[in-house]
């Protein structure tokens, strides 16, 4: 299995993330401090075996802003193909979880175990998926423990099969051991000693205690023959009283009999359509009496020892096929009843369909949601879009309104407009009024400015002469500041001579002006509400802008998941629901229609072996098969049984039969099967065989309406037997029946007046008993000792039950280091030998379950001898072999940032070594040292979180 892409949807404190992975070779993933790296590996256990429980003292990894906790992983299978795991959290503790390929087709969660090929979760976290942590967690442990670390994670996978056995050993420590005294069974066994003496003391005082026990248990014995007796009895009075009931039966069984008895044995020989099978076969005999003089003589005393006895061959030769389809008859009612239900079922999801499709308002084929992927993602990107396409409509309503509002008062103050335009006068009149106006104003004064601006210049000059001293700028500044006021002087007089000489204004011009300035100001509000009006407008040209974005991105989600059906009603709520229980309700109905033809088929089958088994040996099929099936059955059965009987005569007559040919056969048959119907018939003229066959049929009757009351008795319990006793009973001696009734009724009241003496008698005793019991302390301490010896039983049963656990451990590891455990140090030895370049040889496990590792040159260390960073090697080496070794052989590894401890050299090899694994899995190294990089020039390097892109190299 490969890993090609994961999606994390919110995963502790990663949220949207999305990475693809190339599916073979080593990679690095390389991301800062808090990166979020540990957690991407989590994520990925967690897709594989589901979310850590609350309980467990794992790390959770649930969203804190109150959001599910979710994500999917995309894998490769070389044999199933292209997965997607998706789990989100929810009703299920570990996560729901899909299973999909690439065309949407769906699997149940155990899927998953074929898609990791057996990989388990214990084996999965031990040897290939570790951290730092993991390695030098190992440094802590001593030799003989490492020892044991090393056959436990090569069996299991991680250290709770060590953590176990000691789990064992402990608590059996703690229950016995066989010279102390803490101990809980040890402690019970001294405290059960102390109360077997004390009782035994106190029951040597109680002398009437075994005399009253002997009594009791007598009167017990005699309470139990009692009952014995008065229940023989009150069987023998049930067993008559049903005859009493069944005594019209019996009568009339008995009456047949005697009816059956008077027809002598005639019954018994006459043969089964005796009179047509003779009229036949002297037709026959007629016309081939002249050829059967040969073989006549040797015949004869054949047919006379076979008699009533004849078997049909092709029945027996159906033997196996009959009972084959006899045992098949619970499977013929099983399929019938299917076949109904399923027809019902079938109805009712076409039912259902057609209101969903009606509901809808379309027609939607199967083959197209097939085709249609409503994944999780899916319809969350539906459901966004919908929201999209509702808020729009919502801002267009509203803008719509807003624009009809404008648009009424753009017409109204366009009417107010023109009204108010039609009030002004005319242009020539208007042209007219200004040009008189202008007259008027040229004879108007000086603006105050014009001598206003002198006496300013006039000021600053004298104040720039006197400041600098130059009297030629001070008199320039004194004269132009009397120029300025005869200047003011003259303008004044201008002013009050314009006042005294202006003439009368005309009223019509003043109404004109007042209504132009109202003119202006409308027009100036139109052209604002006009701007208004475009504004909106436009807005909601924009609007309709995203509207097509958003009709567009539907369409690009159509295209995408395969939607072939209207593009409007993608944006109708509840639409896709709809869509997702019409798909189920199809994949529902195909189904049962798949099942209903398989029924089909299989009742086909099975009625046409029927048919055609009864042709070939003769059977009426009008019937139901099931009754053919049974009347043939029930003919083999005869069969079988006249066949052992008959076998010595089919013998000879095979032997006679073979020198015949098919000519002389036929006639020496016709023959044989004539005199055999006067055999049985005790006929030696035509005449009296006509009168038995009329005997015989008047015979059958009688013995028919006499089987049939004989079965019903049997079928009440009844043995063949039983019955004749019975009606023997009801009939002629039924007086003797009813006295024997009179007598067993006396004597069960009798035996129930003995027992309830006898109760009485032993519950005295009892109440004796219980006085000596309870007068002193002999009950208390009998109380106490039975009490301790069943703790004393449960706690021995519940340590030898640790006993045979720990030695069955004990044997597992026995065999897996006899057997497997030198391919798994092998392999680890190989390893560390090219990360160390040969400085060390071997690692070795010892007869005393001990660690040890040879360096070159023949010296041993155990690996607390060792430095850090080469003990580090060491377990590194041993996870890399039991993944080599215990698990599926193309199943990826993910590490950690584990060569932290390493040096340059040893780190290279490392990841050389690592490189060289990875030529047959996928192998992910997570680090936060980008130094790795160039040790490995060819390894993809991949930023983690910035993209999912492969870094460029």
Avoid at 763 to 775: C, F, G, M, S, V
Wanted: aromatic share 8%; hydrophobic share 35%; charged share 30%.
């Amino acid at each position: 299995m490969k890993i090609v892409s994961l999606h994390i949807y919110h995963f502790g404190a990663l949220k949207d993330c999305k990475l693809t992975l190339e599916r073979s070779g080593f990679q690095l993933l390389f991301g800062e401090n808090e990166a979020g790296k540990t957690t991407l590996m989590d994520f990925i256990k967690c897709m594989l075996f589901g979310f850590p429980l609350k309980n467990q003292s794992k790390r959770q990894y649930d969203p804190k802003n109150g959001s599910r906790a979710g994500g999917k992983m995309t894998v490769e299978h070389t044999n199933l193909g292209i997965w997607t795991i998706e789990r989100v959290a929810g009703t299920k503790a570990a996560g729901d979880v899909t299973i999909y390929d690439e065309t949407g087709r769906q699997k149940d969660e155990s899927f998953l175990i074929q898609l990791l090929d057996g990989m388990d979760q214990s084996l999965f976290s031990g040897a290939y998926c570790f951290g730092l942590d993991g390695l030098q967690k190992l440094d802590k442990l001593t030799s003989e423990e490492l020892g044991n670390f090393l056959l436990s994670t090569a069996i299991s996978g991680d250290r709770d099969l060590l953590e176990i056995e000691q789990t064992f050993e402990k608590k059996q420590s703690g229950l016995f051991k066989k010279a102390g005294k803490k101990p809980v069974i040890n402690e019970k066994l001294e405290q059960l000693k102390n109360a077997d003496q004390s009782l035994q003391k106190l029951r040597e005082k109680n002398e009437n205690y075994q005399m009253i026990e002997k009594q009791k248990e007598s009167l017990e014995t005699r309470m139990h023959e009692t009952s014995r007796d008065l229940g023989h009895i009150q069987k023998e009075l049930r067993s008559i009283k049903r005859l009493f009931e069944l005594r019209p039966v019996l009568e009339k069984y008995k009456q047949l009999n005697h009816e059956l008895k008077s027809f002598g044995t005639i019954q018994l020989t006459f043969p089964e359509n005796g009179i047509q099978r003779y009229e036949q076969w002297q037709k026959e005999v007629s016309l081939l009496n002249g050829e059967l003089q040969y073989i006549e003589d040797r015949l004869l005393k054949i047919d006379k020892d076979q008699q009533m006895l004849k078997t049909d061959e092709r029945m027996l030769s159906y033997q196996k096929e009959i009972k084959q389809l006899f045992n098949k008859l619970p499977q013929y009612e099983h399929l019938q009843e299917q076949l109904i239900q399923l027809t019902t079922l079938i109805d009712e999801w076409r039912d259902e369909e057609s209101g969903l499709l009606e509901a809808i308002g379309e027609t939607w084929r199967q083959e197209e949601l097939k085709e249609l992927a409503l994944s999780l993602s899916s319809l969350q990107e539906q459901e966004e879009l919908l929201k999209q396409h509702n808020a729009i409509l919502e801002k267009k309503r509203r803008l719509e309104d807003d624009l009809e509002d404008s648009r009424v008062k753009l017409e109204y103050m366009e009417k107010e407009e023109a009204e108010r335009k039609a009030l002004l006068l005319p242009d020539e009149e208007l042209a007219r009024y200004e040009t008189e106006k202008n007259k008027k104003n040229q004879m108007t004064a000086f603006p105050a400015y014009a001598w206003m601006l002198p006496v300013i210049s006039a000021v600053v000059l004298i104040w720039s002469g006197w400041s600098t001293e130059n009297t030629a700028v001070m008199y320039a500044g004194i004269v132009l500041l009397l120029l300025a006021g005869v200047l003011a002087f003259i303008s004044g007089k201008k002013a009050i001579y314009q006042q005294d000489s202006k003439p009368r204004t005309n009223q019509r011009f003043l109404e004109d002006e007042e209504n132009r300035k109202l003119w202006i100001q409308l027009t100036a509000a139109l052209q604002h509400e006009n701007n208004i009006y475009l504004q909106l407008a436009k807005q909601l040209d924009y609007l309709e802008i995203e509207e097509a974005k958003v009709y567009e991105k539907a369409e690009k989600w159509a295209e995408q998941y395969g939607y072939t059906g209207d593009k409007e009603k993608l944006m109708l709520s509840g639409y896709m629901n709809s869509l997702m229980k019409i798909k189920e309700v199809m994949k529902q109905k195909e189904n049962a229609i798949k099942k209903l033809e398989n029924t089909k088929a299989e009742l086909a089958r099975l009625n046409n072996e029927a048919s055609k088994l009864a042709d070939i040996l003769g059977i009426d099929t009008a019937e139901d098969s099931s009754k053919i099936i049974e009347a043939m059955y029930t003919k083999l059965e005869n069969q079988l049984k006249n066949e052992a009987e008959s076998e010595h005569l089919r013998k000879s007559f095979s032997e006679l039969s073979e020198r015949k040919d098919s000519l002389l056969n036929q006639i020496q048959n016709i023959n044989d099967r004539i005199a055999e119907l006067w055999k049985e018939a005790y006929a030696d003229t035509e005449e009296a065989y006509y009168d038995i066959g009329k005997r015989t049929a008047a015979f059958t009757k009688i013995s028919i309406e006499r089987d049939a009351l004989n079965n019903q008795l049997q079928s009440l319990g009844f043995e063949p037997h039983v019955i004749e006793s019975m009606a023997e009973k009801m009939t002629e001696k039924y007086e003797e029946t009813v006295q024997l009734f009179e007598d067993l009724e006396r004597k069960e009241e009798l035996q129930k007046n003995e027992h309830t003496a006898a109760t009485e008698d032993r519950a005295k005793l009892h109440w004796e008993l219980k006085n000596l019991l309870e007068d002193g302390t002999y009950s208390e301490h009998l109380h106490r000792y039975e009490l301790l010896k069943d703790e004393w039983n449960l706690l021995v049963k519940k340590w030898a039950s640790l006993r045979l656990a720990q030695h069955a451990l004990q044997k597992v590891k026995e065999d897996y280091q006899q057997t497997k455990l030198p391919a798994v140090l092998e392999t680890s030895s190989g390893y560390f030998s090219k990360i160390t370049e040969g400085e060390y040889q071997s690692i070795l496990f010892t007869d005393a379950n001990e660690l040890v590792v040879l360096k070159g040159d023949g010296t041993r260390f155990y690996p607390h001898e060792l430095s850090r960073g080469t003990a580090e090697q060491v377990y590194l080496a041993i996870r890399l072999a039991v993944a080599a070794n215990a698990g599926p052989a193309e199943f990826p590894i993910l590490m950690d940032d584990i060569a932290v401890n390493f040096d340059q050299n040893r780190t290279r090899r490392t990841l050389s070594l690592i490189q060289e694994i990875a030529r047959d899995r996928q192998v992910l190294f997570f680090t936060c040292h980008s130094h790795l990089e160039p040790l490995v020039p060819n390894v993809p390097f991949i930023h983690w979180p910035e993209g999912s892109v492969l870094a460029e190299k």
